[in-house]
């Protein structure tokens, strides 16, 4: 880190120490530290134990037992689960099955003839066909 050899730090731990001396800081202890993993898992098991625990489902009602009719049970039931057509709605296709025989091999789309690379002209200069002109002086 100096243009002189003779001046340079031998390594990373003197110029380190050399940092520290000039500003009058202390070196950090770095026994000690946790990893930066194990501070967020213990920072997660601080939110996840601090948490409240979520209030217990009450029962429902005994006027709602699944025996008893529903406004809205019975639209999501007609909605979803389609027992019968209605009569002005289209009757769905049937599927169609196939076999390996109604399968055509396709393969890759046919090129495209591509043009004619085009071939420039070769020039050919020789020294005489230079010609230099110096520039007037002011």
């Known amino acids: 880190l100096a243009i002189d050899r003779e001046q340079r730090f031998a390594n990373v731990r003197a110029l380190w120490g050399a940092f520290l001396a000039v500003f009058q800081l202390e070196l950090p202890s770095l026994g000690n530290r946790e990893s930066l ?14 948490s409240q625990p979520a209030p217990p489902v009450e029962p429902a009602d005994s006027a709602m037992t699944s025996n008893e009719p529903s406004f809205a049970r019975e639209a999501l ?13 289209a009757v769905p296709e049937t599927t169609l099955e196939l076999g390996d025989e109604d399968l055509m091999p396709a393969g890759p789309p046919p090129r495209k003839p591509s043009a004619p690379p085009t071939v420039e002209k070769t020039l050919s200069m020789s020294d005489a066909d230079i010609v230099f002109e110096p520039s007037p002086k002011k």
Do not use: M, N
């Open 77 to 89: 039931a007609r909605s979803v689960f389609r027992t019968v057509t209605p009569t002005d709605e």
């Open 37 to 50: 993993w194990a501070a967020a898992k213990g920072a997660v098991q601080k939110l996840v134990r601090g």
